[in-house]
């Protein structure tokens, strides 16, 4: 039997994870590791500061008190999986929330699926674009059209080949639409994300000044083919990008050469 370990960045009690695992069953043997509270925007963290507990809730559904998701990775493949033995498949979310263009640098959800990477594990990253707040979700179109997209998707990786090299991962997103409504697949590449200032001052009831994070709207920076993540979910695509760990801008090695040589 196939093993799929799966975890999140919204916690363990996030109805996207169980929605997860709901559609994930069916192909294999799934283990749960997710984190006791929400991690968003942790980006790729481990825990080095302080020791990380399992805290087991059913069988195979654990969750690791005040880890992060990359956490949850790396101790479940060292200490769930004996020997030399690793999941088959690592599948990350359903996040509330898109991850597309840079967020992907800022996403527990993305890092968790880095980290299966770093291990030679295939992996998936799904999050759920929703309207408005994300109660949205729940109240409107659910998780059926990520669902049923990850089955699918898994499915071909079990039953055939993962489709890309090493250290790479898929960034899946889902438009916020029901399955009749989607118009299928996109293969896309990561898009420029315009990022605003969306911090909130306050004070406290002692007068101390503090500060609240806001969410920044889906605004980017469109190309000419409209071949991002961004645009394929404004069309009501669901958006595949292929990830890769090496960060290194190739085009500007030999400039800097030139710029170091020439003092």
């Not at 896309?188 to 000044?209: C, F, K, Q, S, V």
Request: charge should be negative; include cysteine; glycine fraction near 8%.
């Amino acid at each position: 039997m196939k093993r799929i370990l799966i975890t999140n960045d919204d916690g363990f009690e996030s109805a996207g994870l169980h929605a997860l695992a709901r559609a994930l069953r069916p192909l294999g043997h799934v283990t749960i590791v997710a984190p006791s509270s929400e991690k968003s925007a942790c980006g790729h963290s481990l825990t080095l500061t302080r020791p990380l507990r399992f805290i087991s809730l059913e069988d195979d559904f654990f969750k690791l008190d005040d880890g992060t998701p990359t956490d949850c990775i790396y101790l479940s493949i060292n200490a769930l999986f004996e020997g030399d033995s690793k999941p088959d498949l690592v599948v990350s979310g359903i996040n509330k929330g898109s991850n597309l263009g840079e967020d992907i640098t800022y996403s527990g959800t993305a890092s968790a699926a880095m980290e299966a990477a770093l291990h030679g594990v295939p992996a998936i990253a799904i999050s759920q674009v929703y309207v408005g707040g994300p109660q949205n979700i729940e109240l409107s179109h659910g998780y059926d059209l990520a669902e049923q997209t990850v089955y699918d998707l898994a499915k071909k990786i079990l039953e055939g080949t993962y489709p890309l090299g090493e250290r790479r991962f898929l960034n899946v997103n889902i438009p916020p639409l029901s399955p009749n409504e989607c118009k299928g697949y996109k293969i896309t590449r990561a898009g420029h994300r315009m990022y605003g200032n969306d911090a909130h001052l306050h004070r406290n009831p002692r007068g101390e000044e503090y500060y609240w994070l806001g969410v920044h709207t889906l605004e980017w920076i469109k190309s000419e083919n409209n071949d991002c993540d961004l645009s394929a979910i404004e069309e009501g695509y669901i958006s595949i990008t292929p990830v890769k760990l090496d960060m290194t801008a190739h085009d500007e090695l030999e400039n800097l050469k030139r710029w170091i040589q020439n003092g």
